[in-house]
């Protein structure tokens, strides 16, 4: 404590900040991994687990957009604490009697954790372009992508903890559990978060939610290609594809996946020494542009190997290791970019609506990734990835070239 109240009013905030954003993180894996597994124990296909979803995506587009002024008009301390009660009343929600876990109830439950999760995911990534000074490009980029990759890595740990959990307690004395401790976790904050954090000072209109910036729009149409990408084969197509081809059970699943997540984090939190940083330079749109290329070319090798029948089971677990590296550092720049772009007064307008083609990208993702893999398969949608992947390339290419635009 005594070394902790030592630091910079600036570094308490930040550790706060990333300390809420890493909770939540870990109840928000788990609880994603709960649902996975306890529903397939009652006897539910893939695809319909993965619909259980499609809210969750849904109410994220909604919320990035919207949470973006209310960030801007009450402050990020109150968006992100009321993220931490959404994401305990969607836990709580789950905890009645298992007659009454409909579909319709869960859909509901993960629309509020949707809410909670872009709430606090906003509220974070936008409170620390007001804790970084302006002449500190560099550091800005090394705590974001700190944050970042922390988030993903803590994201994997998550869909461990959700499977131990299920395990040892059960799943609603899991849901409980996670429901305490997230508790405990709001307090803390409701008495540590600085009041006025994010507060505009010029309250922006409704209206102003859309991004006047060509910068930002850019980089939000990008973002929307670069994330479809990713949930196009990833989210729906390929935990089926490795039950139904390779003969994998569900641990098998979920554990390489979450180790993919986790590795993934990892990469994204060593970002700036892969694109510059270390000769003290910063990323801009050409970097953006420049890092696409090799993951389209990563989407399509892989397609290509699978069409084939060459070693499809190293080829793909080989190739998707690439592509996570690949893709963790794309993800990277771009969290950068959006930051360092975004207006000092109201910044959660602006990361609020990047955030939301975001969610955007992963809904529209998730929904093909479904409805290609029944009607084509996994190498049909690796090419869509791939695809996306140039038409976001395309997009970078026209970012300003300076990362303070």
């Known amino acids: 404590m005594k070394a902790l109240a030592q630091l910079s009013s600036e570094v308490r905030q930040y550790i706060i900040v990333t300390g809420n954003y890493w909770a939540f993180t870990l109840t928000d894996g788990a609880l994603r991994m709960l649902v996975v597994l306890y529903f397939h124990g009652l006897g539910y296909s893939?695809?319909?687990i993965a619909m259980l979803f499609i809210f969750y995506e849904v109410f994220g587009v909604i919320t990035n957009l919207v949470g973006g002024w209310l960030g801007a008009h009450l402050g990020l301390n109150k968006?992100?604490?009321v993220g931490l009660l959404l994401q305990i009343l969607a836990l709580s929600m789950?905890?009645?009697p298992v007659s009454l876990l409909t579909v319709p109830w869960v859909m509901a439950a993960q629309a509020m954790s949707g809410i909670a999760k872009?709430?606090?995911k906003m509220s974070a990534k936008s409170s620390i372009k007001l804790l970084v000074p302006k002449d500190s490009q560099s550091q800005l980029y090394k705590w974001v992508a700190i944050l970042t990759g922390s988030k993903n890595a803590l994201k994997g740990v998550g869909f461990f903890l959700g499977g131990a959990l299920l395990t040892l307690l059960g799943f609603q004395g899991a849901l409980l559990a996670m429901a305490i401790a997230l508790l405990a976790v709001l307090i803390a904050s409701l008495f540590t978060l600085k009041q006025d954090l994010g507060k505009a000072k010029n309250k922006p209109k409704f209206n102003e939610i859309f991004s006047k910036s060509r910068a930002i729009n850019l980089l939000s149409a990008a973002r929307m290609f670069l994330f479809g990408a990713r949930d196009v084969w990833f989210v729906v197509a390929l935990p089926v594809y490795l039950a139904a081809q390779f003969n994998w059970n569900h641990w098998w699943v979920g554990?390489?996946?979450?180790?993919?997540v986790i590795a993934y984090g990892f990469v994204q939190g060593f970002?700036?020494?892969?694109t510059g940083s270390k000769q003290a330079k910063t990323p801009d749109g050409r970097h953006a542009f420049y890092w696409a290329l090799p993951l389209a070319l990563s989407a399509a090798l892989i397609a290509l190997?699978?069409?084939?029948?060459i070693q499809p089971q190293v080829s793909l677990i080989v190739g998707l290791m690439i592509f996570g590296a690949l893709f963790a550092i794309n993800s990277s720049l771009h969290s950068y970019l959006i930051v360092s772009y975004a207006g000092d007064d109201g910044v959660s307008l602006d990361v609020g609506f990047y955030y939301m083609a975001n969610?955007?990208?992963?809904l529209l993702g998730t929904v093909l990734s479904g409805w290609i893999f029944q009607v084509y398969g996994l190498v049909a949608c690796l090419w869509v990835s791939a695809f996306f992947i140039v038409i976001a390339s395309v997009i970078s290419f026209w970012l300003p070239k300076k990362a303070s635009a």
């Open 46 to 48: 893939p695809l319909q």
């Open 79 to 81: 968006t992100m604490n």
């Open 94 to 96: 789950l905890l009645v």
């Open 118 to 120: 872009d709430l606090n």
């Open 255 to 260: 554990g390489f996946l979450a180790c993919w």
């Open 271 to 274: 970002a700036p020494k892969l």
């Open 305 to 309: 190997a699978l069409n084939f029948n």
């Open 359 to 362: 969610a955007m990208g992963r």
